[in-house]
């Protein structure tokens, strides 16, 4: 789980240091992702790698005047996936996100969404596929 805080004017912690919530989220805009506390299908995120300072400036008002959250970003790697027509297929680039189904402390099997953009998420135009563990 990536470090998470809910955007506050406040003192928090930050691998065991303290830190100034607010100073910290404007001085690491490029590895941190601002986004509601209570929303779904990746409406209202801020991915700071993907703003400059002026518009990172703007997503931390709206995030500190708002109920939102600040979260290290996770560092996504695109995976090649075959993408089925009607008549053919290609191999093209996504976003994975696996989920991963445990029985008795085994991997049995996941849930996997796939997704053209960073926000891995069904709702907001992403697919999900199969995830299967086999054994000979």
Same mark, same amino acid.
């Given at each position: 789980?990536?470090?998470?805080?809910?955007?506050?004017?406040?003192?928090?912690?930050?691998?065991?240091?303290? !830190?100034?919530?607010?100073?910290?989220?404007?001085?690491?805009?490029?590895?941190?992702?601002?986004?509601?506390?209570?929303?779904?299908?990746?409406?209202?995120?801020?991915?700071?790698?993907?703003?400059? &300072?002026? &518009?990172?400036?703007?997503?931390?008002?709206?995030?500190?005047?708002?109920?939102?959250?600040?979260?290290?970003?996770?560092?996504?790697?695109?995976?090649?996936?075959?993408?089925?027509?009607?008549?053919?297929?290609?191999?093209?680039?996504?976003?994975?996100?696996?989920?991963?189904?445990?029985?008795?402390?085994?991997?049995?099997?996941?849930?996997?969404?796939?997704?053209?953009?960073? !926000?891995?998420?069904?709702?907001?135009?992403?697919? &999900?596929?199969?995830?299967?563990?086999?054994? &000979?």
């Amino acid at each position: 789980m990536p470090w998470t805080r809910r955007v506050s004017d406040r003192k928090t912690t930050r691998k065991g240091q303290r !830190i100034d919530l607010l100073e910290f989220i404007r001085s690491n805009r490029p590895r941190l992702l601002l986004k509601p506390n209570d929303d779904y299908g990746g409406h209202g995120i801020y991915f700071g790698a993907q703003l400059d &300072e002026h &518009e990172w400036d703007k997503a931390i008002e709206r995030a500190f005047l708002g109920d939102y959250i600040v979260q290290d970003a996770l560092d996504l790697h695109l995976e090649m996936f075959p993408i089925f027509s009607e008549t053919d297929w290609k191999l093209h680039p996504m976003f994975v996100d696996t989920n991963p189904f445990l029985f008795r402390g085994k991997v049995c099997g996941a849930m996997v969404r796939l997704s053209a953009t960073p !926000i891995v998420n069904v709702t907001s135009g992403g697919g &999900e596929t199969g995830f299967f563990v086999l054994q &000979e």
